[in-house]
């Protein structure tokens, strides 16, 4: 058992199912207090009916008011992990498509982040779990908006710790490559050719994430050859991006 989550008030977006549901029903295994969110209401209350936990359907950004009141009017844990691939590979993607990614990608972290920390600031503890995705680190082919965005939600999750962390707020950042879940199957070619390969299940994502918490780390890497793929970006950016492209040119061959 993970000592630091018994007991917590924990709040998970997005987990009517994949890594979501994944978190939601091992916070509750660990002893905390779950309130399951997704859009789709039957999804969350299945969840939540069979682990024990509080179904909160709804908006992800909206979920505060009525999660704290289904926890006793406090949140200890919240997990920022809904979120949308936000076109349909189009390489030029619309304003809307743009916008949604935007709201639920990052703005949905942002809002939940600002209801948040006066509380957790005051009482000198908080835990902020952010899914983020490789893709926040390196970038996604065939997939704008959804790289852009996760690339702000990693910026807003390390900008979190590196401000609040003296101050008792602990910061998570999951950064995933492929995971078996309904958005890897409506990834399409690219995502047939750049993540099927090396898909890992929700639930390894949830154990990286508890060990990531045992550990007290930041980044989180459930696929641990991401880190060299970073180094390798950052070191020699040329040569990182000559790859990406000839990636992208043999996904355009076979899309």
Known sequence: MVEAVQDARVVVTGAGGGIGAAMARRFAAEGARVVVNDLDAGKAEGVAREIGATAVPGDASEVLGAARQAL?????????????????????????????AWDVNVMAHVRAARALLPEWLERGDGRFVATVSAAGLLTMIGAAPYSATKHAAYAHAEWLSLTYRHRGVKVHAICPQGVRTDMLSGSGSAGDLVLAPTAIEPEDVADALFKGIEEDRFLILPHPEVAEYYAARAADPERWLTHMNRLHQKWESIR
């Open 72 to 100: 006793g009017g406090r949140i200890d844990v919240f997990c920022a992990n809904a979120g949308i691939a936000g076109s349909d590979g189009s390489l030029t993607p619309d304003d809307d498509a743009w916008e949604r």
